[in-house]
């Protein structure tokens, strides 16, 4: 009894059990931790980083206050009612003198030139004209120079340049944008564009998820019901295209629905038409082509969840007398439906970014809100607008992710 006491109390060596137990846990959390480690680091590393940086530069530009800081500096007490004073002005000489030395004059007339159009051209050539200029007076000389600067929107964009800090790329991703006096107005028409694209987006991801959900649940139903041998064949028929690339089967879409390709031969030949039908660069390729491609992603999910349900439930509702269509839709469907939500948020959740394939069987009215993030990060540099739109994107994203664990449950969402 004495020797069961002392191993009861941690043994020989005086150490109680309970800290034993408590030691060997930490070591296995620690050992565990130690594992996941490299997946955590990647993680944070290339998602989690470059995500969060996309974010902040959608708020943040310090373009004028890091290149202008004499101007921005002096217009930080004006009261933005009539033109700045002398000493703004010489400020801004002496701002476009250094920046007409250190060759940054461009990316001061490129930032200015996204709230007004047009003026870059005109900051440029006066940096280099204002290079010159030995004695004041400034302000009078600045305007003769280029009366852009006797204009009053140019100094209030300056003076939002104190603050690295905007809410201009937002604005302009609602198409919004700051007014003469500072306030918010509605962007002018030839400009508002991006509503259109937005709602055109989800648009699209609607009618994809749509399509997927109709073509998909009748052939996970048919998969999840014949004969292991039969299912396995067409499973591997389904998956098939994921042996390609996205850009691979986008291009395929565009042999085959163009003027003269297969699909219109053939409707062509079953006397369905009578001339070739518009079924490239326009919507209809761009959800066709799309649906093709995110069919497997609803259909899985769905098939997983269709797998588990036993056929128990159907029989036994059959015979208690219920009908074909009665017992599936009452007793059947409702199982299914942790699946189809699966399918169909992810997919939605997939359609929302794409890019290849409306760009390629699209037509300019297809173009989703990718493809203009793309346009702002490849050709026009402006990084801005660019992580502005992705975050809108996102924001929609994780919204529709909330409302469906609101709905429906992340602890129904079933992947396989």
């Known amino acids: 009894m004495a020797t069961m006491a002392v191993q009861m109390d941690g043994g020989p060596d005086k150490i109680p059990l309970r800290l034993k137990l408590q030691r060997v846990e930490r070591r296995r959390k620690l050992m565990s931790f130690t594992l996941v480690l490299p997946l955590l680091l990647f993680i944070l590393i290339a998602f989690v980083w470059p995500i969060g940086r996309m974010m902040f530069n959608a708020i943040h530009d310090d373009t004028l206050l890091t290149l202008m800081p004499r101007t921005t500096s002096a217009l930080s007490a004006w009261d933005g009612k009539d033109l700045p004073d002398e000493s703004a002005y010489a400020a801004l000489v002496e701002d476009l003198k250094q920046a007409w030395a250190r060759k940054t004059t461009g990316v001061i007339a490129k930032r200015i030139n996204y709230e007004l159009p047009g003026a870059g051209s005109q900051v440029t050539s006066s940096a280099r004209k204002a290079s010159t200029l030995s004695a004041g007076p400034y302000r009078s000389t600045l305007i003769a120079i280029n009366p852009i600067w006797g204009q009053h929107d140019v100094w209030i964009v300056l003076k939002r340049g104190h603050s690295a800090y905007t809410a201009y790329y937002l604005l302009r991703s609602f198409d919004y944008q700051f007014g ?6 509605a962007s002018p028409p030839e400009n508002a564009i991006f509503r259109d694209v937005f709602l055109r987006t989800f648009g699209i991801s609607i009618a994809v998820t749509a399509a997927t959900l109709l073509l998909g649940f009748p052939v996970a139903y048919l998969l999840a019901t014949l004969p292991t041998r039969t299912s396995n064949l067409l499973m591997i028929m389904i998956v098939l295209p994921f042996w390609t690339s996205v850009l691979v089967r986008t291009a395929a879409w565009g042999v085959l629905l163009q003027e003269h390709g297969i699909v219109n031969e053939l409707l062509i030949t079953l006397h369905i038409i ?100 793309a346009h702002y990060t490849n050709e026009d540099l402006n990084w801005g607008m660019a992580s502005a739109l992705a975050a809108i994107l996102l924001g929609a994203t994780l919204l529709l992710y909330y409302a469906y664990n609101k709905l429906v449950g992340v602890d129904r969402l079933k992947m396989g």
């Open 180 to 185: 003469s006096k500072g306030q918010i107005v």
């Open 274 to 373: 009578s001339r070739p039908a518009e079924l490239i660069f326009n919507r209809v390729g761009t959800v066709v082509a799309m649906t093709h491609i995110q069919l497997p992603f609803t259909l899985l999910p769905i098939y997983s969840v269709m797998k588990t349900i036993s056929p128990s439930y159907l029989q036994a509702a059959r015979s208690l007398g219920a009908g074909p269509f009665y017992a599936f839709w009452k007793i059947y469907f409702p199982q299914t439906l942790p699946g189809i939500a699966a399918g169909c948020l992810l997919t939605f959740i997939l359609c929302l970014g794409y890019y290849i394939t409306p760009a390629l069987v699209g037509g300019a009215a297809d173009q989703m809100v990718s493809y203009f993030v």
